[in-house]
């Protein structure tokens, strides 16, 4: 079982402050990705990288990906409170029945007005 | 609309008798798979399947089964279902298998308790 551990768990801040959600693991992925998740749905893609070293920006959210491929991280800039709910991430690990995916055991993001 | 549809979104059963969770999607995606979430675990891989009559397990596929006999459709069946499978499910697809740039696309969920 590959492990993504992500840090911190849960995550309370005000209006406007930055954060930063990290996701490591000990293995070597072909690809990872973050999601975001509301109560109540499914996760939603935020960001896809592939390539070590990458940083990808998505208006106030910046990813980047470990040079080594192993881990990740998310900033937050300015955070607003629609920006509330649980962060995950997910490596997909190449089989040639498809990609098998481990996602982390999330971050929970609350945003206080 | 471009969906991923489960059903039921709610179930309440007993152990031991059997069930069938439903999931099909309308995006003609070649990858679909099965994911249960747990508070502390996260989401975990039960089985994929990278197309018709071609599935793997995933992490945690014990006690599970599953099938696809058609693109659209991807089932998951609980033979003998027991408390420890008490949980809350996803069905995923996304439109190729090997892309790395997969976007995966989830159902709404399926809240199961076993009694």
């Known amino acids: 079982t590959q492990l993504l551990e992500q840090s911190p768990q849960f995550l309370s801040i005000q209006e406007g402050e930055n954060l930063t959600v990290y996701c490591n693991s000990s293995?070597?992925?072909?690809?990872l990705q973050w999601y975001r998740q509301e109560p109540g749905e499914g996760p939603v893609l935020l960001v896809t990288?592939?390539?070590?070293?990458e940083v990808k920006k998505l208006k106030r959210l910046t990813f980047q990906f470990g040079d080594a491929r192993k881990d990740s991280s998310l900033h937050i800039t300015a955070a607003q409170p629609g920006d509330t709910g649980l962060y995950l991430c997910?490596?997909?690990?190449?089989?040639?029945?498809?990609?098998?995916?481990?996602f982390g055991t999330g971050t929970s993001l609350t945003v206080i007005p | 609309e471009a969906q991923v549809t489960q059903n039921p979104r709610y179930l309440i059963t007993v152990t031991g008798k059997k069930l069938t969770v439903t999931c099909s999607q309308n995006?003609?995606?070649?990858?679909m798979s099965w994911y249960r979430q747990d508070p502390g675990l996260g989401l975990r891989q039960i089985y994929y399947s990278m197309n018709v009559e071609v599935t793997d397990k995933g992490d945690v596929p014990e006690g599970y089964k599953v099938s696809r006999k058609e693109k659209r459709n991807f089932p998951l069946i609980l033979e003998s279902p027991s408390p420890n499978q008490t949980s809350l499910y996803f069905c995923a697809s996304s439109q190729f298998t090997y892309s790395s740039y997969n976007e995966q696309f989830f159902g709404p969920g399926t809240r199961l308790t076993v009694l």
């Open positions: 990288v592939v390539t070590g070293g």
């Open positions: 997910a490596g997909a690990e190449y089989r040639l029945t498809g990609n098998q995916f481990y």
């Open positions: 293995s070597v992925f072909s690809s």
């Open positions: 995006m003609n995606h070649e990858y």
